[in-house]
């Protein structure tokens, strides 16, 4: 974010002032819409150290500016955490300060502080950056994990947390529910409605309350309806974070004392005491003592328990600095649950509070809720950018109007009315109501389907769709996993695979006893809970698993361990004859008890978790491991790995299936109960024995096969974004069709730079699958050798990237100049952290693809928000974050998505095409009666506004979108040669049959200026010449005229042709004729019009001030409105659908495919291709470069002979740079 300072200017504020009350106001308007010109207007420029406000501009596409207010503050010292520098003199063992102490250090000179607030985020002025600075909490302090334990651990005394409190303020998350007077001025000083209002006066000036009181009526519903909405959400939001906003806890204070506070009082630095029952956490704290579980379900969309283990306190981990989010783990988030805890007796669960308030990790995600980014999305700013255009268009008829009357002496109040009014004409005040209807038709759609909304301007961004990301696991999979079978290894090698882990034969193994206690399970009301993994492992086993009670934990010193046993009838079917087996029974079972005495969780750094357990009866401890196979067996002493451990793990990776390693190590008889808890996990995992393969099976959901074909046919990418193994993600790509048979998959390895040694990319080609030949027998086709040629054309090049999380932080560091290639064609990312699937989106936003992201809400929070289009399957408390939550937990919602996506957008186009034609049909209509001094009526405008327009503007809308996706999208922008060449081609056809009958009937034998006692239906022609000249008072609007009643009719049909025409059905949206309320009106309107014009009703022609004219000319009328709409639909089928749209625009869908040469192509190709290339020509679009960057960087590709790299090839971080310095 950039700033800029400045200060009042006294005559700067004066001269604005002046001119907000010759405005009218209108001045002050404009500087509310405009904060940086009213900063620049009032103020002058000055230093941020001593400005009074501030100007500030974000840095992304949008280039938003907000104004703020700096504020001084008094403080003892200049920054949050300096007393911890400037008392290290007095400091007491383990970080204990005398209250005294830093009561003579706060009575010295207080610092005088600027800070200012923005979206909830405090920034202090800081004299060494000389700039502006936010505090986020302890990490600031860049403490080492042993700093926590050292420094922090005893609390902190009163003057220190009243000082922190003055930068932090008070620990909430404060979701303020503004007034209903200020959500209500706030959405009046839009300027749509700035608009309507001065509409409306000037309607009401000319006496025309009909229609001013029908757009007043319009508008306070679409006020009230705004105002409900945002309401309600403002409520919701704040319901949800009020639960833990007000909560008491115990703090610890630096004498040892513990004292019971609000929690609104924490600072970071403040040690509180998680009590046994659990709690829900006010803030961000890190664990110090004791175990927790927790349900983090609020943050991730998870609702599977997680252990949180303490900081370490010694070794090699607790001297890196503290991260949250290298160890989250160990810290425990605001608004997530602490359902129980475990300790230590007279040692309570204590906790490091880190951070509070907005900078929690929750604070942010509503802050995001709060102040999101504004939907970038073409279809606004174009239509902006037409209506300016509108706007132009009524200026040159408003200096029209103004010389016309001028020049035939027109009183001074009759000009200022009409000119005002043309501008009203021109720019329909109706436009947002009718824009907002097709969206809220679609949103209704899309719940009858099961998908609710929470932003519903994101439905017409779903129509521009063209790359979906997916998560798998419980998106494209099923969510849990099948234990598919188990495979041991023994004296070096692998036992055969084993369909059962509990047989009783296994009942004594290591195997058994690994998959019974390494894992992260508890007992929550009696129900086993935990990772789905870690369920389906330890179910598979049979056994049982027992957590002490409370009352059993206060009796010992020691923690209680949770104990896992096998159930009481697996017993050695050999003792079963023996007569002292009963006697026996619970001896031998009891020795397979084992309890867990540490648990090293799963770190999904780290790849895999731990356990430390002890086996009843047994002097020695064991460690178990559970992890990635290639974690594990690295870990793992070498000569207990199997020899065919890569091809046997491949041989399952490549089936689809998950595998999980099992390791064990029996430790030294001399580490005691109290030694293992402060044991560093690196000294467990190390010098293990392989234990063998535990492999899962994910099945693929029914849906997903089919969604994705269909995808792929509508020409709508599809990736894989997943925290999985590799191979399994690319072999779940191939079985789902993402990758399909005949297809490449190139795995790029990347390695960051070490010792002198630039960063490397490996390009890996894989094996294809075995396919059937046609004597029904296998071949394996080892894609090294064969399948990569370079002689093939590109096109027919058909390959994809498989990128891993390690390998794309590496690229995307270290080669910057790859990552849009990769992008481009890369289909399979595996093993990505939560950040990097949403820098992944980002990536692929940045070369313009419209992205949409599909996830269950489990670690791709951050990515459903950031993506154009996020669906969350999930319907926990994480699916606020997503714009569309779907109740159907697979992904056919998401082409149901795209389908509503794109008749939203189709009729957001029609309506707005519809709209502006209306205006400037009625701007025709009214220019040409003002040439000779005449104007529509009231009850004209009033037919013409009410009962043609908004009934058809509201009912055009309702088409549902179109039963199957197409391989076309719909156009993104107003401002594309097709819309502009269908919008403007009607204009000129309206332009031209309105003229025409303007001058028809003047030319008439019966015409006249018309007068009271005009009977143009029964005189005959011979009366008429006589009479032409009488004239007799009429009224002084001069309504009643030939011309005013010809127009009027000519027009009213207008207005209805176009709203057909523009109504388009297929490919995006159901025929018109499906839409029955549209038909209704359509015919209805259509058979008023005709029956008025044929057979006038004295009682309607003088309701609607329409004068009678002969029959003859009646049918004349009728004729001509039948060849106008024959015209405009000529025009806009043949011309424009067909010629245009099909020849010249088509080219923009996609990068060009290889055409037929000249000699081999069909004579209807050869004429089509010539005929493209003569209207490309035409009109300027021949060998023009494509608009989106994509496209640009498939062109390139297409060119360059080294893409992709061959098999077995390595790339060079300082060749890669070097040789794309030269090309840029």
Known sequence: MEVWGYRPCLWKTILVGVGVVCSGGLLLLLLYWLPEWGVKGTCTHTSLRDAHTLLLRTTDEFRQWFRAKAHVMLAPWKKPFDSLDLSATAQLPNGDHSEEHYGKLAQGQPAQIHHFTHHSTKYYWDDETQNFETYKGLEDVNVSCAGIHSEHSSGLCTTLQEHRRLFFGENEIAVRVPSLFKLLIKEVLNPFYIFQLFSVILWSAEDYYYYATAIVFMSVISIATSLYTIKKQYVMLHDMVAAHSVVRASVCKGNKEIAEA??????????????????????????????CIVNESMLTGESVPVTKTSLPSSGEDAAVSYNMEEHKRHTLFCGTHVIQTRFYTGELVKAVVVRTGFST???????????????????????????????????????????????????????????????????????????????????????????FCISPQRINMCGQLNLVCFDKTGTLTEDGLDLW????????????????????????????????????????????????????????????????????????????????????HVVPEANQNNPLAQNMELSQISSFEIGIVRQFPFSSALQRMSVVVRKLGEKHMDAYLKGAPEIVASLCKQHTVPQSFTETLESYTRQGFRVIALAHRQLESKLSWHKVQSLSRVLIETNMEFLGLIIMQNKIKQETAGVLRELRQ???????????????????????????????????????????????????????????????????????????????????????????????????????????????????????????????????????????????????????????????????????????????PNISCVPNLIREGRAALITSFCVFKFMALYSIIQYLSVTLLYSILSNLGDFQFLFIDIAIILIIAFTMSLNPAWKELVWRRPPSSLISGPLLCSVLTQILTCLFFQVLVF??????????????????????????????????????????????????????????????????????????????????????????????????????????????????????????????????????????????????????????????????????????????????????????????????????????????????????????????????
Not at 371 to 381: G, V
Not at 429 to 448: C, D, E, F, H, S
Not at 509 to 533: N, W
Not at 764 to 770: G, I
């Open 999 to 1224: 001058l028809l009937v003047r030319q008439q034998r019966w015409y006249e200026t018309w007068t009271p006692q005009s009977d143009a239906c029964n005189v005959s022609s011979y009366s008429l010449t006589q009479s032409s000249n009488v004239s007799s008072p009429h009224d002084h609007k001069n309504i009643k005229n030939y011309e005013n009643t010809t127009l009027f009719y000519i027009s009213s049909f207008q207005y209805l042709c176009v709203a057909i025409i523009f109504s388009k059905g297929k490919p995006f949206r159901q025929p018109s004729y499906k839409n029955w309320p549209f038909m209704l009106s359509c015919i209805g309107l259509y058979t008023f019009l005709l029956f008025i014009m044929l057979y006038p009703v004295p009682a309607i022609d003088s309701f609607l001030e329409i004068v009678c004219v002969p029959h003859d000319w009646r049918v004349t009328l009728v004729v001509i409105v039948v060849v106008n709409a024959a015209v405009s639909f000529m025009l806009e089928i043949l011309i424009l659908d067909i010629v245009l749209w099909r020849l010249v625009f088509r080219g923009n869908q996609g990068v060009t495919r290889p055409s037929a040469s000249p000699a081999t192509a069909k004579p209807q190709e050869a004429n089509s291709r010539w005929g493209s290339s003569f209207l490309s020509w035409l009109f300027c679009r021949r060998n023009k470069p494509p608009r989106v960057r994509y496209m640009n960087v498939a062109l390139e590709l297409q060119d360059d002979p080294d893409w992709p790299p061959g098999p077995s090839t390595v790339t060079y971080a300082s060749d890669a740079q070097s040789s794309n310095s030269a090309a840029l």
């Open 714 to 888: 509508a020409h709508i990418r599809t990736l894989m974004v997943t925290g999985d193994n590799m191979l399994t993600a690319i072999s779940v790509a191939r079985d789902c069709g993402m990758v399909r048979a005949h297809e490449q998959v190139v795995i790029a390895d990347a390695v960051p730079p070490k010792d002198f040694n630039p960063a490397t990319i490996m390009w890996h080609y894989t094996e294809n699958p075995a396919q059937p030949t046609k004597d029904n027998q296998s071949v394996e086709i080892n894609l090294e050798e064969r399948a990569y040629d370079k002689r093939q054309p590109p096109q027919e090049q058909s390959y994809h990237f498989a990128v891993s999380g390690k390998a794309f932080a590496v690229i995307t560091e270290h080669f910057p100049q790859l990552v849009q290639k990769l992008a481009l064609r890369a289909t399979v990312f595996a093993r990505m952290a939560p950040d990097q699937k949403t820098q992944l989106v980002e990536i692929l936003q940045s070369i313009d693809y419209t992205v949409g992201m599909c996830g269950d809400g489990a670690n791709d929070c951050g990515a459903l928000k950031r993506a154009h289009s996020g669906i969350s399957l999930s319907e926990l408390e994480a699916s606020v974050a997503s714009p569309f939550t779907s109740t159907t």
């Open 262 to 291: 609000m929690s609104t009082e924490l600072v970071p630095g403040d040690v509180v005491i998680i009590p046994a029952n659990g709690m829900i956490m006010p803030c961000d704290a890190v664990l110090i003592h004791g175990t």
């Open 485 to 568: 079978g188990i495979q041991r290894a023994e004296a070096g090698s692998f036992s055969p695979p084993e369909s059962e882990a509990a047989e009783q034969s296994l009942v004594s193994s290591a195997f058994v006893a690994g998959m019974a206690s390494c894992h992260s399970l508890t007992k929550i009301e009696g129900e086993l809970s935990g990772d789905p993994l870690d369920l389906k492992m330890f179910s598979a086993t049979g056994w049982i698993l027992e957590e002490p009670i409370e009352e059993e934990t206060a009796l010992h010193n020691p923690l209680m361990p949770t104990v896992v046993r096998p159930p009481k």
């Open 361 to 451: 990790e929750k604070g942010q995600l509503v802050r995001s809720i709060l102040y999101p980014k504004p939907t970038d999305f073409k279809l606004y700013r174009d239509a902006y950018l037409f209506l300016l255009c509108l706007v132009g268009v009524a200026g040159i008829g408003f200096i029209y109007t103004i010389v016309l009357s001028v020049m035939n002496q027109v009183p001074a109040k009759t000009i200022i009315i009409e000119s005002l009014d043309i501008i009203t004409i021109t720019v329909p005040p109706a436009l947002p109501a009718a824009m907002t209807a097709g969206i809220v038709y679609a949103q209704r759609r899309l719940k009858r389907v099961g998908i």
